[in-house]
Structures are given as C-alpha cells and as structure tokens.
C-alpha cells in the first residue's frame, strides 16, 4: 500500500480555530471527516511533546531567531512565540494542548475515521532543562571551559556549571535550545529505547528526527574527540530499539528523516518509510533527466520512500513553483510509489513557511489555482489504484533523429483490476516530443482510448501501433497528462 499522510502543527491549526489556548480536544471532527474523506490514512500531529522552558526562553530573546519570526508574523507578540517542538523537557503531552488523556481521546477520535495517529520521536537530543542533566549527566556530551571558549555556538554552559554540547548537525552550528545526547554510553541506548517504547504506547507511529545523526560512523567523527571516557565506537540504535518496538506492537510504524544516502540503510534498520528528500531537490531543481534517473531505483526500496513537496522544514512550494510547474511536480512526486506526504496548508496554496517556534501561523487566503491542482489529482493518488496497483516507471524514446526533447518526459504506467492509469510529464521549461514505451499487456487489445482526467482530452489509439511504435506526444513545457486507459 501507498499511504498518505497529512502532517498538522496542531497549535498553529489551533490558534486560528480556537484560540491560543485551546486542547487537542477542540480539533473540530468535521477537520478529521475531512482529512478521512479527502483518502489520507494518516495525522502526523507535529510537536505535541511538552516544550523546554529554557527552550521557550531562548526563542524569545535570540535576536536571530525575532527577525526570523517577524518576517513569517509581522504582528508577532511574545504570547506567539511558544519554542520549538524538538527542544524537548519530556515525551508526555503538553497540558497546554491537554495532556496525555486529550492525545487518548483524539486517537479514538481518529480511529473512528480510519486515522492513525503519528507523532514525534527526537533521537538525537533535548532541551536544556531536561531531568537527566540532575540525573543522568552521562547521558550527555560534556565539554570543558576551552571547548566553550572556542566554540561557544556548540556548547553551553549549565546553571550547575557543568558544560555539555548543543546538539547539531555536523555541518552546521549546534542548535542553542538543546543538548546533545551521548550515543557511545550504553545505558543512553537503553533510556533512549525505553522512551520510544513508551511513546509507541499513545500513537501508531513516530517520525524520527534526524535520523542518520545516531548511525555510528556519523556520530564518531561528529563527537568522537570527546568521548575520552568511552569504549571505542557507538554502536547501532535503530535495529535493537526498532525491534524492541515491534515486538510490542507488531503494526507500529516508524518514518526516518534522513538525508545523506542513507535511506537504505535505515530501511534496512527497519524502518518503515524514510524521507525521500533526493527526489525533493530534484524536483524543485526542475531537472527531468535527474528525477527520471532517481525513480529508476528498485521499487521494494521506492515503496518505502516517503515523497513531499513540503513540509516544516521547507519553503512552501506555492511560492517556489509556478501553477503548471506545481502541477507538473505534484503528478510526478505523489503517483510515485511511497508514502505521500502533505503538510497543512499546501492544498490552499500558502506560501509563508511558519518557524516551527511559533504557536501562531498568518492568515492566508486561499489560492484558488493551486488549489485546483489538488482537487484534480488529491483523488488520484488517493483512489485505489494508485494506493494498490502495480506501478511502472515507462521508457521514452526520440519522436525524430536529433530531437532530445524525450530525455525530459517522464512517464507512470499504473495498473489495478478496475482502473489502468498512465501519468505523462514533460518536465521541462520548453515544448518537447516523444515517443512512450507502452509494456505489452494483456489489455493491450483492439481500439484504446485516452482520458486525460485533468483536461478531459480523449485520445484513441490503436493497440497495435501502441505495441510497436509507442505513444505519440507532443506537449507544452511542464504539460502534465493522467489518462484513464479505456477500451473504445
């Protein structure tokens, strides 16, 4: 099956529908009907975890972080800004949004609507004021006065006067609002295990932060040089805590947030999804040769991709793409095989991305042309065939000698008993022909015909020709076809 799911940063939601103080108890069910009926199997709630006081501070007064802020809310307010939801104090619901006992009741709520419930796991570290700095202070990264005198980006000195590191990104300054956790430790992997264990209790599954950070070559050369007390290398967290996961609740889903060439890898961890940013860069990049290139991967490794044109990290991608670029990138990342990722507020065609420290969003109106591109192919990709047919990436070849206009067509052949479905796009900035490579099948028999379901154009062809020549196409820059393969 290819899922789709619909990520929701519920204090933003709920600031504009009910207020800032409002529980997870006021998401109105007519919200979750309609995610139910529009075909999307699940609700990733981003950020309910209860946020690091030291956290909520920072965010209030880095003068970095307020141009930022005010640039996505001019109107901002102290009372908006509500710290990030990956500067963590603890996994239990925050009582601003109900506690645990409203998140229970949303999943019943949920259920009831064919929903599951995906919430957050952050692997690679903490807030400041997390009770494991008074308990368990090697569970951290601990640095000196030189290490904070050197790097003051990356490290941090406590009010105790103990030091550790922020937790980061290896390329990149340490994150101010957090502490890094310290994967050489064993008993960390333990804790850390015990944690995901207890969250798989309140949800069906978990986006994992940053993934990669904790594979072990990654986390020896980040922090390697201070792990002095340390035997030798990290080992492996994912498969050990992922199977301990599993053994509990069999169903329990996992998505990692991975970059760097490590899909694979975390799959083969068990995972059950992992980011397919590769494809999102190639898309926005608009390079139709690169993006045919990518989805030339093995299907049992592009089933378990997870496929986005945006999500919280990044800029909405109405303010990145014109319409027919949109639609053009919309077909080819979400007919693809995976899972299908949509962040609230894509579908109406917002383009301010909001900072995740903000418990308040601005208002937008609604884009009434990308938001026709949805309504035109959001049912696609979540009918029944494209959820559970067949799917193959199709062959293109030169309309004429000299003519390289086909190396930027790509091309779906989507099959299931009630509904054959063939995806075209000329993903490029210029007109281009082709011929489509049409597999021979067995319904590959007598007059066919062709109904775009986005233009309602109706193309008949003859299956001989389709077998041996392939289908003509001549298309404007950026045309995007779904047709309905019908016999006439």
């Known amino acids: 099956m290819n899922p789709s799911l619909y990520q929701l940063n519920p204090r933003t939601y709920l600031a504009q529908v009910a207020g800032r103080d409002a529980s997870l108890d006021q998401i109105p069910d007519d919200f979750l009907k309609k995610v139910a009926d529009a075909g999307f199997d699940w609700i990733w709630l981003l950020g309910v975890w209860t946020i690091s006081a030291e956290g909520i501070r920072i965010a209030r007064s880095l003068p970095s972080l307020q141009a930022e802020f005010v640039r996505a809310l001019p109107d901002l307010s102290p009372f ?16 601003a949004l109900g506690g645990n006992a409203a998140i229970e009741r949303l999943r019943h709520r949920l259920d009831s609507h064919g929903l599951k419930l ?23 990264i601990q640095g000196t006065p030189s290490n904070l005198e050197r790097e003051p980006d990356n490290w941090v000195r406590l009010k105790d006067g103990a030091i550790f590191a922020h937790g980061r990104d290896p390329n990149y300054p340490g994150w101010s609002d957090t502490l890094q956790l310290n994967y050489f430790n064993p008993d960390l992997h333990n804790a850390m295990t015990a944690e995901l ?20 070559e990654i986390f020896a050369s980040t922090w390697k040089e201070h792990a002095a007390n340390s035997p030798g290398e990290p ?32 799959q083969k961890h068990g995972f059950d999804f992992t980011y397919d940013k590769r494809l999102y860069d190639r898309v926005m990049l608009r390079r ?40 053009a990138a919309a077909a080819v990342t979400y007919l693809a095989p995976g899972m299908r990722f949509f962040f609230d507020g894509q579908l109406s065609g917002r383009r301010t991305r909001t900072p995740v420290q903000l418990g308040r969003a601005p208002r937008e109106k609604i884009d009434q ?34 003519n390289h206009t086909h190396s930027n067509f790509i091309a779906f052949l989507i ?44 193309l008949v062809r003859d299956s001989n020709d389709l077998r041996e020549r392939g289908l003509f196409l001549d298309c404007a820059e950026w045309q995007t076809h779904i047709f309905s393969v019908e016999h006439s």
């Open 415 to 458: 099959e299931h008993p009630i509904k054959t479905l063939l995806m075209v796009v000329n993903y490029a900035s210029y007109r281009g022909q082709c011929f489509i490579r049409v597999p021979d099948r067995a319904w590959l028999d007598g007059s066919l015909e062709l109904r775009d379901i986005l233009s309602h154009e109706r």
């Open 235 to 266: 080992s492996y967290f994912w498969p050990s805590a992922i199977s301990a996961v599993k053994e509990r609740n069999p169903g329990f889903k996992l998505l990692a947030e991975t970059y760097w060439d490590y899909e694979y890898k975390l």
């Open 118 to 140: 995906m919430l957050d796991f952050i692997p690679n570290h903490v807030g400041l004021d997390h009770s494991w700095t008074k308990t368990s202070s090697d569970f951290f």
């Open 288 to 327: 139709g040769p690169d993006v045919r290139a990518h989805l030339e991967a093995p299907l049992s490794f592009q089933s378990r991709m997870a496929r986005f044109l945006e999500n919280h990290d990044e800029a909405r991608v109405a303010s990145m793409l014109s319409v027919a670029e949109h639609r």
């Open 197 to 216: 264990i207890k969250v798989s209790q309140i949800c069906d599954g978990v986006r994992c932060d940053m993934a990669m950070l904790l594979e072990p």
């Open 369 to 402: 042309s990308v938001a026709a591109i949805y309504h035109e192919i959001l049912p696609v990709v979540n009918s029944l065939p494209v959820k559970h047919g067949t799917w193959n990436l199709l062959d293109t070849k030169a309309a004429w000698p000299d």
């Open 80 to 95: 908006d800004v509500c710290g990030s939801p990956f500067s963590i104090l603890d996994y239990s619901v925050d009582p």
